[in-house]
């Protein structure tokens, strides 16, 4: 799974290779601690214009669909499994035409040993974003009244597939990781073979792996209200 991520990029220099029309001027600083139900940069084709306008937003993590009666449910939906969007009702409209890219620098997992559980940090060798393929939901805030701006809120989720090689010894999920060549294909809201969209973006993500390095990090990073890069820096003693 993907429970905490970094960004330690922002803006053009994070998304320039996925050539966006639109920046928005409210994205998150850089964070090297996103958590659940905190905002984040993600990209989108929009649905409401022809050609789609490929824009980086401002989303909360953690999926709240348009029936949702208030934004708590998002809390448990960060995450979905890339094997059963198409059955979840959670997810499998946003699937059809709301998918999303999410821009990071790396992620956490927690190993669990005779130590206990022991932090990792995941990126990429040379450093540059990895792009996680998420889905995306606009949700209608009936508190709010019609003239205000915060009235509709973004979310979004990061799917998840089987771990493969040396990431399967650290934990048996992992992001679905999206290479620029398949990310117009996954963004693209007029695709009709969305199973077919998936399925590709699950075979080509284990040739992703090999492009990682594994660094054992501190434990600090387990206090969400820590966030700086000095969370992913190789922990002392480690080995």
Not at 79 to 101: G, H, T
Not at 118 to 128: E, F, I, Q, S
Not at 167 to 173: N, T
């Amino acid at each position: 799974m993907c429970g905490r991520f970094v960004v330690a990029r922002a803006g053009e220099e994070l998304v320039s290779v996925l050539r966006a029309d639109v920046i928005a001027d409210d994205l998150p600083a850089p964070s090297f601690n996103i958590a659940p139900t905190d905002r984040a940069a993600i990209v989108l084709d929009s649905v409401k214009s022809e050609p789609p306008l490929r824009r980086v937003e401002a989303a909360r993590w953690g999926l709240v669909p348009g029936w949702a009666k208030d934004l708590s449910i998002g809390a448990r939906a960060f995450n979905a499994r890339a094997e059963e969007v198409e059955q979840k009702p959670m997810f499998r409209n946003a699937l059809v035409s709301r998918r999303a890219i999410v821009p990071s620098t790396g992620w956490y997992e927690w190993k669990t040993g005779p130590a206990g559980k022991v932090p990792h940090y995941l990126h990429a060798a040379d450093d540059a974003p990895i792009f996680l393929a998420g889905l995306y939901e606009w949700w209608r805030d009936p508190g709010r009244a019609d003239d205000d701006p915060a009235r509709w809120v973004l979310s979004f989720t990061i799917l998840t597939r089987s771990s493969v090689g040396a990431l399967a010894g650290i934990h048996d999920r992992m992001p679905l990781m999206v290479d620029a060549d398949h990310a117009d294909a996954w963004l693209d809201p007029s695709t009709e073979n969305v199973g077919d969209v998936l399925d590709a973006a699950m075979d080509a993500a284990p040739s992703m792996v090999h492009t990682l390095d594994d660094r054992v990090i501190g434990s600090a990073v387990g206090n969400v209200r820590n966030n700086g890069p000095e969370l992913i820096q190789p922990a002392p003693d480690a080995a």
